[in-house]
């Protein structure tokens, strides 16, 4: 029985895998490269329950009982009596198997681990750790506390047994869960980031202008946010990434990252996460920076 959650990355989709799993029950591990990258996180998830009991969705006694089950530590050895360890750093392959395989010792034969990949091929990473049958893909959607949705994806030597486990977590979470197959961006992301790098294309070819796009888009199909706010708040790093997995997975042109967009993560405007992307958001408004 899965008692205990290790969290590696303290990052958004971390730090937000950590509150949504507090909130269930679970002992939560947290886990990133330095103390002062986790007390950020730390600043973050303590701020986002403030506002859950603010909104009257939590009660204060609520949120202390779940901060009181958090531990956190640098490095992976603190992981070690975890059952089950869900990965959500960056979205680069060869650093996610790096830490699978530096993870791995660490823990017991019966822990299970999840990558919290976008895209990313599991029977590959899965095949970096010493038990490909207990290793399974839980994608979570951003805002994690928020989004209803967790995709799961099973790779070659995913066990029924894994999967099964897994399920179970998922429910106790009040999440709702999706089956994918292991093809490059899965479900949700093979769909929505060709949308994103169209809208980012119809930029680039002056078709509209930011504010043009994404209100045509709310209200031209009822999105709550236009595809270029949904970029920001992604991490335009993190849709470029994952467009290159697509282009390079299943090839053709309608899945090469967009120039436009790969400027923007080079000159480091990547989204809400650095304070500019394709709107500007230091001031009380976002504003277009095109």
């Not at 490269?33 to 506002?51: A, F, G, H, P, Y």
């Not at 290793?135 to 805002?143: A, E, K, S």
């Not at 470029?240 to 090469?256: D, F, H, P, T």
């Not at 790969?262 to 304070?275: D, H, N, Q």
């Amino acid at each position: 029985m899965i008692k205990k959650i290790g969290v590696v990355g303290s990052g958004q989709m971390g730090s937000g895998i950590a509150h949504v799993c507090l909130l269930a029950g679970y002992d939560v591990f947290l886990s990133d490269i330095s103390e002062e990258v986790i007390e950020n996180s730390l600043l973050t998830l303590n701020r986002n329950l403030e506002k859950q009991v603010a909104r009257g969705k939590l009660s204060a006694q609520e949120k202390d009982e779940a901060l009181s089950k958090l531990h956190h530590c640098v490095g992976l050895q603190g992981l070690k009596t975890c059952d089950l360890v869900v990965e959500a750093a960056t979205e680069n392959e060869e650093i996610k198997k790096d830490i699978f395989r530096n993870l791995t010792p660490f823990l017991s034969p019966g822990c299970l681990l999840a990558t919290n990949t976008s895209s990313i091929s599991i029977t590959a990473l899965g095949g970096a750790t010493d038990r490909p049958d207990k290793f399974i893909g839980m994608h979570f959607m951003n805002p994690v506390p928020v989004m209803q949705l967790v995709e799961l994806i099973r790779g070659i030597s995913t066990s029924n047994a894994t999967f099964t486990a897994i399920q179970e977590v998922v429910k106790r979470l009040g999440k709702q869960f999706v089956l994918s197959d292991d093809y490059p961006g899965f479900i949700v992301n093979r769909i929505l980031m060709p949308m994103i790098n169209e809208a980012v294309y119809a930029l680039f070819e002056g078709v509209g202008t930011i504010e043009a796009i994404d209100k045509g888009m709310r209200l031209g199909t009822n999105h709550p946010m236009g595809p270029l706010e949904l970029a920001d708040l992604i991490g335009l790093d993190t849709c470029a990434s994952i467009m290159e997995v697509l282009y390079q997975g299943r090839g053709g042109s309608k899945y090469k990252p967009c120039p436009l967009l790969i400027k923007y993560v080079e000159g480091g405007w990547l989204g809400r996460k650095t304070g500019r992307g394709f709107y500007d958001y230091k001031g009380e408004q976002p504003v277009p920076t095109r």
